[in-house]
């Protein structure tokens, strides 16, 4: 039976492993952040496989990824308040084919924002399921949401992607 478990598991990974990395990467806005956070879901996945009945285990899954990336985010503020700014940019590699200045953009949001833009446009989530993947109040994600977006097309427009007069 253990076979069996294992191999369901190695199945679900193989099956989920790219649309969680480019979850991951909306998330984190750094494929190396992204791949790290992918693998320490699957980790978190793998100890409760089979000892846990997992109706969705997908969207167990992403609700665990965004746990997990709010607590790296709260590390990070915690343990590395005077390295900020100082990490050189790693070439971006993405899962799909996304615009330079959409990922410039995206870097430039905050975690919170980032995270609820992302549940929102890339997992198709409600107000009510981003507030409960996030752990907070839907007027919290509203708002999240609606900086975020204004921020992305501020963005656009100083790119030239948005004119003045659209949205």
């Given at each position: 039976m253990e076979g069996d478990l294992t191999g369901d598991f190695a199945d679900f990974v193989a099956v989920q492993s790219r649309?969680?990395?480019?979850?991951?990467?909306?998330?984190?806005?750094?494929?190396?952040?992204?791949?790290?956070?992918?693998?320490?879901?699957?980790?978190?996945?793998?100890?409760?496989?089979?000892?846990?009945?997992?109706?969705?285990?997908?969207?167990?899954?992403?609700?665990?990824?965004?746990?997990?990336?709010?607590?790296?985010?709260?590390?990070?503020?915690?343990?590395?308040?005077l390295l900020v700014g100082t990490r050189e940019a790693a070439p971006v590699e993405l899962v799909g084919e996304v615009d330079a200045w959409l990922v410039e953009a995206l870097a430039t949001l905050s975690p919170r924002q980032r995270t609820a833009l992302a549940l929102r446009y890339v997992e198709d989530l409600d107000v009510r399921g981003i507030a409960e993947r996030m752990g907070c109040s839907e007027g919290t994600v509203k708002s999240q949401l609606s900086r975020g977006t204004e921020r992305l097309r501020e963005h656009a427009r100083q790119h030239g992607v948005l004119r003045v007069g659209q949205a």
């Amino acid at each position: 039976m253990e076979g069996d478990l294992t191999g369901d598991f190695a199945d679900f990974v193989a099956v989920q492993s790219r649309s969680l990395l480019g979850f991951a990467h909306a998330l984190t806005a750094d494929p190396h952040d992204a791949w790290d956070l992918t693998q320490e879901t699957f980790a978190r996945m793998g100890e409760r496989w089979g000892r846990t009945r997992l109706d969705e285990p997908a969207a167990y899954a992403r609700t665990v990824m965004v746990r997990l990336n709010i607590d790296r985010i709260r590390r990070l503020r915690r343990e590395l308040p005077l390295l900020v700014g100082t990490r050189e940019a790693a070439p971006v590699e993405l899962v799909g084919e996304v615009d330079a200045w959409l990922v410039e953009a995206l870097a430039t949001l905050s975690p919170r924002q980032r995270t609820a833009l992302a549940l929102r446009y890339v997992e198709d989530l409600d107000v009510r399921g981003i507030a409960e993947r996030m752990g907070c109040s839907e007027g919290t994600v509203k708002s999240q949401l609606s900086r975020g977006t204004e921020r992305l097309r501020e963005h656009a427009r100083q790119h030239g992607v948005l004119r003045v007069g659209q949205a």
